[in-house]
Each structure stands twice: as C-alpha cells, then as structure tokens.
C-alpha cells in the first residue's frame, strides 16, 4: 500500500512564510519574545552549537529564522530595510504598550485602509508593522493622503 501524500504545506504552517536573517538568532529569539510576543516553535543548531534555523509563532502567523551568510544579508549588515512584516494583533494599543525596547518609527495610528497601526525595528534593522483592523473601507472609499512637499 502507498503511504498518503503529505499535506502541503506542512500542519501548523502558513502558506507564505516569512524567513528572517539574524547574526544573533538566540537573542533574537528572546528579544521577540519579550518586545512582541512571540513564542519559540523549534530551533536547530549546527556542529558549531550555534542556532542554524528557528521557528517562531504569534497566534497563527510563523516566522522562520537563520543566519545571513554570504550571500544573503539583513538589513543591520546593509544599513537599509530590506522587507517589512505586517501583523494584525487583537488589541494594537494593549500590544504597543507592552513592547519592550523596540525602536518605534510610528506611533499607533489611524490609517486611510481601515488598520489602527505602529510600526517597530529590532535590533538588527527589521521593520515590523502591528496592525488592528478597526473599521472597513471600500477599494473605491479608499485615499491616500496627500504627501507634505
């Protein structure tokens, strides 16, 4: 008998995926934890002891982590974002009041498309975005604002 074909993707696991480069994942993994609630799933660490690839988790969202290497870098190592993740949280207000030592670039907000929304970068240059969905808008109702020249 064949054996069944393997869920894809894998339970537990969103279709995308986001897969972030830190040069410290261990204190990463920490500091996620504690500045925005993330939980560790799992970690694998290579023959030098050191953390290869983690997983965390924030209600049903994943975040996968390893270590830049030469051909791939994260935004510390280039000194510019290189990506930005977008997380809708149940309360945006309770969850900025508890971040802790993030570097805020925008305050919780009103926003044109619905979101109530902060934007934070940890230590090592990623932008995260923590929104909460607080009202609808129609594709037609919606309008940017303007920019100041």
Same mark, same amino acid.
């Given at each position: ?8 993707? &894998?339970?537990?696991?969103?279709r995308?995926? &986001?897969? %972030? ?10 500091? %996620? $934890? ?5 939980? /560790?799933?799992?970690? %694998?660490?290579?023959?030098?002891g ?19 290497? &030469?051909?791939?870098?994260?935004p510390?190592q ?10 809708? !949280? ?10 802790a030592? $993030?570097?805020?670039i925008?305050? &919780? ?9 902060y $934007?934070? /970068? ?14 609808? !808008? ?11 020249s």
């Amino acid at each position: 008998k064949e054996a069944p074909m393997p869920k894809n993707p &894998p339970a537990n696991m969103p279709r995308i995926t &986001p897969y %972030l480069l830190y040069e410290d994942v261990g204190g990463a993994i920490q500091w %996620l $934890a504690r500045a925005f609630g993330f939980r /560790e799933r799992m970690r %694998l660490t290579g023959p030098n002891g050191a953390i290869a690839h983690a997983e965390m988790q924030r209600d049903d969202g994943v975040i996968m982590m390893g270590n830049p290497g &030469p051909q791939y870098r994260n935004p510390k190592q280039l000194g510019h974002v290189t990506q930005m993740l977008y997380v809708y !949280v149940d309360d945006v207000d309770k969850h900025f009041a508890r971040q802790a030592g $993030a570097k805020i670039i925008d305050e &919780p907000a009103d926003q044109f498309y619905g979101d109530r929304r902060y $934007a934070a /970068e940890d230590p090592e240059g990623h932008l995260w975005y923590f929104a909460q969905h607080v009202r609808d !808008v129609a594709p037609e109702d919606m309008k940017m604002p303007a920019r100041p020249s």
